[in-house]
């Protein structure tokens, strides 16, 4: 059974840093594409940040870029999004989903329950 | 950055009643990338609809999408109680739309 769980989400202060772990089993985690999405309270979802399966490749949201780093440890089947600068608008539901293509299909199949993150002096 | 625009924002229909979704991008996207999530209170989203049109393992029959293009549409054929949920839809790996809340009416 594929599963998702992430972990690592609390209260920061604006300007602080967190550092959230996505951990997978029941799948070969290396051979996976791997997102995070997040949704603020009552909002709609948003892609934060992909990562390829080898960790080459990789893509930030304008409204994270320069601020939030992802990574992947393939040997520790964990998925990583580490966050600086923490904003008020940073507050969110922070999911992370497994990405699935084919050559005519591209979708996340699988998701976490999600980590909340609140951004709060 | 494309953006997918969803209408209705709200859409309110009777179990048994057909719902036709739709999801307009602000240009081109491949078929391949545009896909359709349902989402209910406090759980995560769920993958309906990939390929624009394939639907995702043990999704009902009664859910279909179309579409190409900028036009992309979700339809339940006839709603059951579990549907009455937020729909989104997506383009792959970039962006999703504001969604589309479907209620009883």
């Known amino acids: 059974e594929v599963q998702l769980v992430e972990s690592g989400g609390g209260l920061v202060q604006p300007g602080g840093s967190l550092s959230l772990s996505c951990a997978a089993s029941?799948?070969?985690?290396?051979?996976?594409?791997m997102h995070w999405v997040r949704q603020a309270p009552g909002k709609g979802l948003e892609y934060v940040s992909t990562i390829s399966h080898d960790g080459v490749n990789i893509y930030h949201a304008n409204s994270v870029k320069g601020r939030f780093t992802v990574s992947r440890d393939n040997s520790k089947n964990t998925l990583y999004l580490q966050m600086g600068s923490l904003r008020a608008e940073d507050m969110a539901l922070y999911y992370c989903?497994?990405?699935?293509?084919?050559?005519?299909?591209?979708?996340?199949?699988?998701w976490g329950q999600g980590t909340l993150v609140t951004v709060s002096s | 950055e494309i953006v997918l625009t969803q209408s209705p924002g709200t859409l309110s229909l009777s179990p048994g009643e057909r719902a036709t979704l739709s999801c307009r991008a602000s240009q081109s996207v491949s078929s391949r990338s545009v896909a359709w999530y349902q989402q209910k209170p406090g759980q995560a989203p769920r993958l309906l609809i990939y390929g624009a049109s394939s639907r995702a393992t043990g999704i009902p029959d009664r859910f279909s999408g179309s579409g190409s293009g900028t036009d992309f549409t979700l339809t339940i054929s006839r709603l059951e109680p579990e549907d009455f949920a937020v729909y989104y839809c997506?383009?792959?790996?970039?962006?999703f739309g504001q969604g589309t809340k479907v209620e009883i009416k």
């Open positions: 989903a497994r990405a699935y293509c084919d050559s005519t299909r591209c979708g996340n199949d699988y």
């Open positions: 029941g799948f070969t985690f290396s051979s996976y594409e």
């Open positions: 997506q383009q792959y790996a970039r962006t």
